[in-house]
């Protein structure tokens, strides 16, 4: 005879098992959190420490073939409702960066994912093909950048043939390392944009980098930042990564990071209703430190906890089907 009670009993026990183990693209983090790019610099250790903080996954700032200085202080500023920051790409460049990377690779104990940036397709596949004697879990293209527009012109997040162009140059040169095209919401229409990049050969997005903004400071009657524009990140960018990524999710059929203003579990909740498979955090850094991935993960177990929730990947999508 069945035991009505243990039966209820082992319900209420499998209710609370939240495994937040994340599988993307055959690699297992141990949550769904991802340090975006820029957040810990480029060096191996600074990358170990977030995921010794709870990172699920981890990349790197992103690197380009020659070390870049930057843009001039003031670079980055706080507002309201985020960050609005112009850095200008600084970085030790490739030959460097991918030294770091080895580190990461060895003492991270999560996937690495590399990233980098380039003036042409041409230059985007050789920073590509350099950074892969580290043997990263991931590459990342950061077509999306828009504090760089003076030197570089439009990002090529912004037109769909660009886009594939530069995708399918390191497409050929990364041999079966998967390439993940980190997008733009500075388009009128991103979807077009995805699609174009998952015929082109992409095995994931990441959504979004920063929107393009601007702070005015009224008593010196200028614009705060050097480089007078910059990108805006944090919660005021929100609901625009959210919206993004529902829009690629619905256009296209590989994974994608969901990245923008995710600051507490029930924001990367979101971000995964909406379709992502993993989520980014980065300026969650400035506002809860890098206890940041803990607490966002913890979160993310409680709410799974009290609605049933045994996966992350329970949540992938889950928007779509009301
Ligand atoms: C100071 C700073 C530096 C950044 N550097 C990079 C970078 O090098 N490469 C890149 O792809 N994105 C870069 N980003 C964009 C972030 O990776 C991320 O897409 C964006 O900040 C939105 O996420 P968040 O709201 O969690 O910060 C940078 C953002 C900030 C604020």
Do not use: Q, W
Not at 9 to 34: G, R
Not at 267 to 285: H, I, K, N, P, T
């Amino acid at each position: 005879m069945p035991n009505v009670l243990n039966e209820y009993k082992l319900e209420l026990f499998e209710k609370k098992m939240v495994d937040l183990s994340n599988s993307f693209l055959e690699k297992t983090a141990p949550n769904p959190t991802v340090l975006a790019s820029g957040f810990m610099g480029v060096t191996g250790l600074s990358l170990a420490s977030a995921a010794a903080h709870g990172a699920g996954m981890v990349t790197i700032k992103s690197l380009s073939l020659e070390p870049r200085k930057g843009h001039k202080t003031p670079v980055i500023v706080g507002f309201e409702a985020g960050l609005l920051n112009a850095v200008g790409l600084s970085n030790p460049g490739v030959v460097n960066g991918v030294e770091e990377l080895k580190v990461a690779k060895k003492k991270a104990g999560v996937p690495v994912i590399a990233s980098v940036f380039a003036d042409t397709a041409e230059n985007f596949a050789k920073a590509a093909a350099a950074v892969m004697p580290a043997e990263p879990d991931f590459l990342e293209i950061d077509i999306s950048c828009p504090n760089v527009d003076s030197e570089f012109g439009i990002p090529f997040a912004a037109d769909p043939g660009a886009a594939a162009d530069v995708t399918k140059a390191c497409k050929k040169v990364i041999g079966s390392v998967p390439l993940i095209v980190k997008l733009s919401p500075n388009v009128a229409a991103i979807a077009p944009v995805a699609k174009s990049v998952e015929a082109a050969g992409a095995d994931a997005l990441d959504c979004i980098n920063t929107l393009k903004g601007m702070v005015i400071d009224p008593v010196a009657r200028r614009p705060v930042l050097t480089n007078k524009f910059g990108g805006v990140s944090g919660p005021a960018l929100k609901p625009v990564a959210i919206r993004c990524v529902y829009e690629c999710y619905k256009a296209v059929k590989i994974p994608i990071i969901g990245t923008g203003g995710v600051t507490t579990g029930k924001d990367a909740v979101e971000m995964m209703m909406a379709g992502a498979s993993a989520v980014g955090v980065g300026s969650a850094l400035y506002y809860r430190g890098l206890d940041a991935f803990k607490l966002i993960a913890g979160e993310m177990k409680d709410f799974m906890k009290s609605e049933g929730f045994k996966s992350p990947r329970d949540l992938v999508g889950l928007a779509h089907e009301n």
